[in-house]
C-alpha cells in the first residue's frame, strides 16, 4: 500500500499569498494518477486536480498542481478568503486501494 | 448533471450493523465504480472499499475486511455499504463517491455524506 504524507500539517497564510503544499509518496505513483482535494467544514471533499497537474472542471487557474513518482505539489497563486480549507492528496493508481495523505490544514493568519 | 444523494444520519448501538446508502443520478452508475471513504470527527479520509457494479465486484480496505458489505443494485442505480459488528470508533461520517471501473480515475461527484453515531 502506497502511503502519502503530506506537509506541512498546518500552513498559516493571508490572503493574496501564495500558498505551496506538499505530498510525499512512499513508492513511486504510477502515471501521476495522484489527486487534490479541498474540503471545508461541513462538506464533503472537492476534486481539484487529478493526473497530478490537471484541473478539475470549473476550478480556478490559481490552482496549480506538479510533480512526479513520489513528490508532488499544489500551488495556490493568491489565495482568496475561499481557500482556506484542508486539502487532501490521494493516489487512485494502484487502487484497490487507492489512499489519501493525512491532509495540510491551510488557514487565515 | 451527476448526483449522489445518500441516505440519513443513524444512531445505532455497539455491536449493531448499519447499511448506508448511494442513490446516483445523472450519469451511467454500471459503468463506474462507487468507493466508500469514511471521515472520523476531526481526523482524514480513509477509504473502506469499492464496487464495480457493471462487474458486481467489490473490493475491500484491508482493515474492514470481514466487517464490511458493498453491493450496488443496478435497477435503481444505486450502492449501499454495510458495517458491522460496530464501535464506538466507526463514528463518522460516511461518502460514497464515484471513481474509476476500468481505468484508474479520481473521484470526481462525492455523496453529501451520512453521519453514523455509534453509542451505548
Known amino acids: 500500500e502506497i502511503v502519502l504524507t503530506q506537509s506541512p500539517g498546518t500552513l498559516s497564510l493571508s490572503p493574496g499569498e501564495r500558498a505551496t503544499l506538499s505530498c510525499r509518496a512512499s513508492q513511486s505513483v504510477s502515471s501521476s494518477y495522484l489527486a487534490w482535494y479541498q474540503q471545508k467544514p461541513g462538506q464533503a471533499p472537492r476534486l481539484l486536480i487529478y493526473?497530478?497537474?490537471s484541473r478539475a472542471t470549473g476550478i480556478p487557474d490559481r490552482f496549480s498542481g506538479s510533480g512526479s513518482g513520489t513528490d508532488f505539489t499544489l500551488t495556490i497563486s493568491r489565495l482568496e478568503p475561499e481557500d482556506f480549507a484542508v486539502y487532501y492528496c490521494?493516489?487512485?493508481?494502484?487502487?484497490?486501494?487507492?489512499?489519501f495523505g493525512q491532509g495540510t490544514k491551510l488557514e487565515i493568519k | 448533471q451527476v448526483q449522489l444523494v445518500q441516505s440519513g444520519a443513524e444512531v445505532k448501538k455497539p455491536g449493531s450493523s448499519v447499511k448506508v446508502s448511494c442513490k446516483a443520478s445523472g450519469g451511467t452508475f454500471s459503468s463506474y465504480a462507487i468507493s466508500w471513504v469514511r471521515q472520523a470527527p476531526g481526523q482524514g479520509l480513509e477509504w473502506m472499499g469499492r464496487i464495480i457494479p457493471i462487474l458486481g465486484i467489490a473490493n475491500y480496505a484491508q482493515k474492514f475486511q470481514g466487517r464490511v458489505t458493498i453491493t450496488a443494485d443496478k435497477s435503481t442505480s444505486t450502492a449501499y455499504m454495510e458495517l458491522s459488528s460496530l464501535r464506538s470508533e466507526d463514528t463518522a461520517v460516511y461518502y460514497c463517491a464515484r471513481g474509476g471501473a476500468q481505468l484508474p480515475r479520481p473521484f470526481d461527484y462525492w455523496g453529501q455524506g451520512t453521519l453514523v453515531t455509534v453509542s451505548s
Open positions: 490521494q493516489q487512485y493508481g494502484s487502487s484497490p486501494p487507492c489512499t
Open positions: 493526473g497530478a497537474s
